[in-house]
């Protein structure tokens, strides 16, 4: 019962002529445009845009969102993504026109509520952080590290040290050493011990005058807590290193530990994953960092700042780096991290953790069996399988296996990444799944090892479309629709 | 807790299976020394009902634009956004999608973003546009680290002071470890000159970076402009208004190497500021130094047309430190929300807005120096928006009691240039009428 | 990709414990329940709803939406029902807190644009109609139908006439003779003639001083004008009788003709079909009604009035029948009605009516070659298309082809309504829909009409489910779930 | 127009496929005589933006109980809505489908109508509900229909005086042109005294309808008052209050034959009076009298199980005049959203409500009789409503004042009982906050 005629793309589907939108007729005396602009600078005709009607538009987007999957739809255990259930109330009350609707440079007395709880904002993250300074600054986690990056390397010209390389552990993710390169750093990475974690020797042979930041993600990528945490900031802050803690995976340890108790100087917060923020088919997400209080001048500005006479925005900060964008940062999207920490409290944060530590567990317990975890007995709130061996024993990759799920209504693990592991598939359930979806969830992949194996080499087979061509699609790339 | 599902029952049914008798002991790699010994300190749980209360009160505690007439612009604008734009990126499927890893599953966004893609660059007449980046300012700084990745150069980078200072100062901060020198050109006239322009180009220069029209609302000669760059081998990185190509001829049409914008304007909520979306397009010869996500077109196994994330290689995922960019949660659900306005509006649409910003702002514009008491430093043609002076006024106060009136009147420009301490900034948009314009000018003109 | 598990009943994925809301904690002093409650009259625990979280439940209802067509996915030509775009600014508006967070007894001087906007919407709807008093009580067309029935009566009674039948064409929609019923009238029906329109000869031998009501649906349920629809209402008129005109078709004649002008004496709207409000699966809709000026006095109250102080709601009308609900009407239905008729205006509702003309009768012209239309050669803004021929010759009914619709991604046309046309399919395209889509509308039927019969036999394929056993499902009727 | 595809060109083509020359050929069957030969008055059109700033102007105008403090009942609560209520409920498949006619495509809402039934049955505790009415008044007309139909008594009804006025004005309007009697008991000590209902009943009487909590929010003896009603052979009709059920015996429990109910109270916001949704749930053995549709369950052809419209000859569209009822839309998208707030509230979060309800209510009424100024007319338990008065006092007035200080202090009961002209009814629901009581409470004893 699919409306395939609706989800032709919108410039196929145009009519010259047709209109969405009416505006109302000028009611101030108008005048000719020549009059107006300069003739070389005026367009001829208006962009070749398409020409559609409302209710076309309507029934365009509403069929084409029904060929996504999502959190509202489907269990989507897409390892390091964290994504958990998105409260409505908190896009009701972030949608509020007393939000939504505000100029960033009102009149500051205008804007009291939302500086309240924007200011709200930095005294939580602090606190969950255990590192004193937050800029709500940076547009998404990656933005956030390169952000603290520039703030590392602000801090260490203040102090007249040249300090040239950040070590990274080979488990990061991809965005710590863009970030570190845009940043203007050499990047060092740091091989992983066969239990999956930072290889101290490693570290210690590349530990000297020169780093200015070793970037770890805790717990890594594999789902692993560094049980060396410590000893590693200690390391690096021998050699006068700053600590960089990638915090996309605070889902695992809120309430129960904090980077800034374990040593780390900087950290970023992903509201899009920990806190609940909808993701949106890639962002808009919000990386909030937090620092210690050596680090606090550097950070951009404005800052949310208390006074007498209420809140205001502070910009009078002469060590900051400056800015990162345009305004205060996504400002939608940390109201709908602040109703969530305000809805859960610390115990209800806390039970978060507890929650999503308890379903990883439970996961992984069911599935080992079948799909063998290389690294780690148990996992924090996510973990790493293999389908190596099922790759060598019935040609099956970790691709087919996701790809099969999709199927079974599904979405697909997070596959081929951490790449220390072969044939990856790596599973995040978060807290907000039901033991019955979990359950659901391993029969399934139990249902699809018992499938033969050309089944899985042709999946998926209920979606709108069968496997893409992603080779031809990058081989001669076709970025846009043009009339032929 | 509401949003958990599993009950007590069920937890212990979990420990069971686990092999562990406490969900404390699934915390044992967690050293005991670094635990935390107390709750958080952070205000307790609040039901539905209580957060609905606090939110709804501290949002009473601000003055939306929705009652206040909004004449601020400088990057954020009051322009409409029809409901159905709203309504259909709230949409589940839209909305709570990750990045479309999984194509087979995630056709609707590809397909949107393909879109997306296409509308930006039938827009701007550029040949490619990714499918979103943070916001403008963000945008600009991305241009230039892409245009010096293109050319080769670093040595130098040359922009002016009419360019949003935000994004000047953005471009600073992503710049400051790099060996590069930004020269920011005087535009006391309002408008950069030529002239100036070539005076300051060398063979280091990777690329200059206007805005059109300008922070200050005026017309640049952008065609003149984009030829002095090529002249000098830099590249032309165009800061545009999206809704002004309702009316004025697009980067493409001018030869702008790189166009970037503030895309807000396409159907975005001003919230404070964000989220925004960051609007970037290019020439095709550049695309391999792109940031930021790309969708392409390809063909499923039954030859039917569909749609992947294309050329990864240059993303942070796979290329790492060698990335173009570290870019990767990037603004999608904006890029929709763009898409939905600029199908909505289409060519009419747009271009009956843009008219409607320019006769209105020119109405506002002959209006406030019709009284004598302002007077607009800058005699060049504007589009939505303007700068007008007088001398010795207290800007600030004069914006503050004119909030208490119902009329945000202008951005004071004494923050970001000293000299223009007793100016306002004023945008005037489709959603000002008449009625309105004359309020403002008479708060404005009162002694 | 479709999610089964999410789709089970609510109550097969309760969980005791599990909870969906968090209430505040009391804050007043809590007394006992026995202090506060008679002990008889006490419930031992709270009814045994199902437990689910918020999570659950977001994830049960989206899933459970996919499973539907609607306006906003899919064409929808459903004759009698009119349903066209919904416009999405009309939701909007319509839940403004300003009218949704009104309570229906504050006091009116809170509530003074509300009731500007009822009052404007009494006047348009006046106008529309030539009949000069309206009320908006009735909620849905049906209830509209069984109110004026009952202003009918009190008229009648109050001017001393026994009056106590109601004629009724054969095509009437089911509702007219049902609410007659109920308002305590005996029915004649009045048959159709060779060309389906009112067959003035029986309805000439049927009129006497004891017809009340003559209700008549024009364009009638076959898409036709009633030609002789002055005459009929002459006729009608000279025994003394009032006509009630069934106004779900009014989508034909905005700005063309009006009901008042031709001689009606109440008409009700359905602005949940001529007025694009949603249809939400089954109503709410609204029913307003408007009469002639010596039926005003009748009239259900309250009704809005204007004084020089301001909007007020009258209820002191000594002749009205009363009520027929409690409070106003439906509102929130109401205002968006508003919405839509102050968007069109004048031309803009008379284009509506042209559109939707020229629709069908571009529908009607392509299909009359495959699918004949026994009654008129042209129609107003539906026709009845007749699969007898097809039933006959290859044994195809008028329900398969609907059902293979579904397959082709249309809903299916209203079928075996009115009962006087042979397998009738009920096409009303309404004038939202693209040329586009009718041409694509009127290929599926080409298609289909090529399938083999077996595969028609066995429609629809592609649908949630296959075709339910509804013999069984009234037989053994089982209305609600229960724990086995 | 942005809500026609069609343009000019289309138009042309299709008149040349249907073989006239103009649109106007079209409407040929429309006689000359009747032609409207002018416009329709009506006001011009309006584009979004002036709709949106005309309906936000008239929304201004009205003085939302979010802005003030809403202690107004009375039939129409202002019960706390959970946001996932509003999320769900404007899911474009749910609410721009029709009456689910097949059921092939239909099975979502097949389905929540499905749940819809089974979640009133078990708030109720009866066995049959169907798949809504327009609102509770209605619903009760409704039911005495049905009790008319089923004892075959046409001769007499029973209800009393503490029963909504508004459903016993619906109920005599609904039965003006029957030859059946309405006796609506007296009612001056605030609740009905089993004596005097067992005196109005007679072998004739169809039905006895009463309302617990009551229209004054006191408690009935409901079981006793079904007894009475069944020893004389009459139905027993309650009228319930979906909330109370959170702890009051359900009308089940104490053997009501026909329980029907307003059911704005879950999850429907009060929008000045409409839409609202009717309930009416009975006895299994009364289903084939009930009015409006019904959603059973059955299996499809590979034996699955589904849900169709069922019970279809009870309906006009096939019973015509012999229908059990002319209702053909109904309340659907409400019925939707009291299934998603019962299922969000289950069990435990019905009784909270219920009982924050009961307890701020007491906590309310003890309050303002212990001033001193205002005292109960009616000595009985009550759970979210109570009648006070204050003798000479102006009501009316009382009521304008307070609202100017952001309090709906109560629903004056003049209009309806004149010997009340003196007295509120006040409601208090679970989103009172003991500071709002408290302020209340000081506007009302002020003197
Ligand atoms: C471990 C890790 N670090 C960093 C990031 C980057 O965050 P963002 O996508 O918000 O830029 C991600 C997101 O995928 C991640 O999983
Ligand atoms: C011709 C006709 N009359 C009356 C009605 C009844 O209207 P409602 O469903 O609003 O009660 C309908 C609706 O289907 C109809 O098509």
Redesign the pocket.
């Known amino acids: 019962m699919r409306n395939q005629q609706a989800v032709q793309l919108l410039f196929e589907q145009s009519r010259p002529g047709c209109r969405g939108v009416q505006l109302p007729a000028c009611d101030v005396p108008e005048r000719p445009l020549e009059e107006l602009l300069p003739k070389n600078l005026l367009a001829d005709r208006a962009p070749p845009l398409p020409e559609l009607s409302e209710p076309d538009v309507v029934r365009h987007y509403v069929n084409l969102s029904q060929w996504n999957m999502s959190v509202d739809t489907h269990f989507y255990p897409l390892g390091?993504?964290t994504m958990k259930y998105n409260p409505k109330r908190n896009d009701r009350l972030a949608s509020l026109p007393g939000f939504s609707d505000l100029h960033p440079y009102q009149p500051v007395e205008t804007l009291q509520g939302i500086l309240a709880l924007l200011f709200q904002a930095q005294e939580m993250l602090a606190e969950i952080a255990g590192l004193p300074a937050v800029s709500l600054q940076p547009s998404?986690?990656?933005?956030g590290?390169l952000t603290a990056l520039l703030v590392a390397a602000a801090y260490f010209r203040d102090i007249g040290q040249k300090r040239t390389t950040v070590l990274i552990p080979d488990v990061?993710?991809g965005?710590?050493p863009a970030s570190a390169a845009m940043a203007g750093f050499r990047i060092v990475p740091i091989p992983s011990t066969s239990q999956g974690l930072v290889d101290l020797e490693a570290l210690g042979k590349h530990l000297d005058e020169q780093t200015a930041v070793f970037m770890i993600?805790n717990p890594n990528?594999l789902g692993l807590f560094e049980p060396n945490i410590a000893r590693i900031c200690q390391m690096v802050h021998q050699v006068g290193g700053l600590i960089y803690l990638?915090g996309?995976?605070m889902n695992a340890m809120m309430g129960v530990t904090r980077p800034g108790d374990f040593g780390a100087d900087m950290m970023h917060f992903?509201p899009?994953?920990t806190f609940s923020t909808p993701h949106g088919a890639g962002g808009p997400?919000a990386?909030p960092i937090a620092v210690s209080e050596r680090l606090a001048p550097y950070l951009p500005s404005p800052i949310v700042v208390r006074t007498e006479t209420g809140y205001r925005l502070d910009d009078d900060r002469p060590k900051s780096i400056g800015r990162v964008r345009s305004f205060l940062g996504n400002v939608g999207v940390l109201l709908r991290m602040v109703c969530y920490l305000l809805t859960h409290g610390p115990d209800g944060l806390r039970q978060v953790t507890e929650q999503a530590v308890l379903n990883a567990n439970y996961l992984l317990a069911r599935l080992r069996g079948i799909l063998p975890v290389p690294y780690g007995d148990r996992c924090m709130h996510e973990f790493v399988a293999s389908a190596a061996r099922l790759k060598a024993e019935r040609n099956i990759s970790a691709m087919e296996i996701a790809k099969r799920l999709l199927d079974h209504g599904f979405y697909a693990p997070t596959v081929y990444f951490p790449l220390i592991v072969k044939e990856a598939l790596m599973i995040e359930p978060t807290e907000t799944e039901s033991k019955a979806t979990l359950d659901a969830f391993v029969e399934a992949i139990e249902r699809i090892l018992q499938e033969p194996a050309e089944l899985l080499h042709e999946a998926p087979h209920t979606t709108p479309i069968s496997r893409p061509d992603e080779v031809q699609a990058a081989r001669q790339p076709i970025l846009r629709w043009q009339t032929r | 807790m509401t949003y958990f599902p599993n009950t007590p029952a069920d937890q212990q049914e979990m420990l069971r299976v686990i092999g562990v008798r406490s969900v404390e002991e699934l915390f044992a790699t967690v050293p005991e020394a670094i635990r935390l010994r107390r709750p958080l300190k952070l205000p307790s749980a609040m039901s539905e009902l209580e957060l609905t209360q606090y939110m709804s009160q501290q949002s009473a505690r601000n003055r939306p634009a929705g009652q206040t007439a909004c004449f601020l612009g400088a990057g954020s604008y009051d322009h409409f956004i029809p409901a159905a734009v709203d309504f259909l990126a709230s949409r589940s499927e839209f909305y709570t999608a990750y990045t479309p890893y999984q194509p087979e599953a995630s056709q609707g966004s590809l397909q949107a973003f393909f879109e997306y893609q296409t509308l930006i660059t039938q827009l701007t007449g550029m040949e490619v546009s990714n499918a979103s980046l943070y916001d403008g300012a963000s945008a600009v700084a991305e241009a230039v680290l892409m245009a010096m990745a293109a050319t080769g150069r670093q040595g130098r980078v040359v922009t002016a002071a009419n360019v949003h200072p935000e994004c000047r100062q953005t471009l600073a901060t992503y710049l400051a470890n790099l060996p590069t020198e930004i020269l920011s050109l005087p535009t006391p006239a309002g408008t950069i000159r030529a002239e100036d322009l070539t005076g300051v180009l060398n063979e280091q220069t990777a690329c200059v970076v206007f805005q059109h029209p300008n922070f200050f609302g005026c017309l640049e000669e952008a065609d003149k402009l984009v030829k002095v760059a090529h002249t000098a081998g830099a590249l032309a990185v165009v800061v545009f208004d999206p809704i002004s190509l309702g009316l004025l001829q697009r980067p493409g049409d001018y030869g702008a190497d790189i166009a970037v914008a503030e895309g807000q304007c396409l159907g975005i909520p001003m919230s404070f500021g964000g989220p925004y979306l960051g609007l970037l397009a290019c020439r095709e010869s550049l695309v391999r130094r792109m940031p930021g996500r790309l969708v392409g077109q390809t063909t499923d196994r039954q030859g039917r047309r569909c749609w992947v994330l294309t050329l990864q290689t240059r993303e942070q995922h796979i290329r790492r430190e060698k990335a173009t960019s570290n870019?990767?949660?990037n603004q999608g659900l904006m890029a929709l929300r763009a898409s939905i306005y600029l199908a909505l509006m289409g060519p009419a649409g747009l271009r009956e807005a843009a008219n409607l910003c320019l006769q209105k702002t020119r109405y506002a514009l002959d209006l406030i120096t019709r009284t004598g008491r302002w007077q607009t430093p800058f005699a060049r043609p504007v589009f939505k928006e303007f700068v007008i002076r007088r001398p010795g006024v207290d800007v600030d106060r004069l914006v503050s009691t004119a909030a208490q009136q119902g009329l945000f009147v202008g951005v004071p420009l004494g923050r970001w240039y000293p000299d223009l301490a007793d100016s306002l900034l004023v945008a005037v948009t489709e959603k000002r009428t008449q009625a309105e314009i004359d309020h403002w000018a008479d708060v404005l003109a009162s002694p």
Chains 1, 3 share one sequence.
């Not at chain 1, 998404?140 to 933005?143: E, K, P, R, S, Y």
């Open positions: 390091s993504c998404a986690g990656a933005h590290e990061a993710h965005t710590n993600t990528t990638d996309a995976n992903n899009h994953k997400g990386g | 870019i990767c949660t």
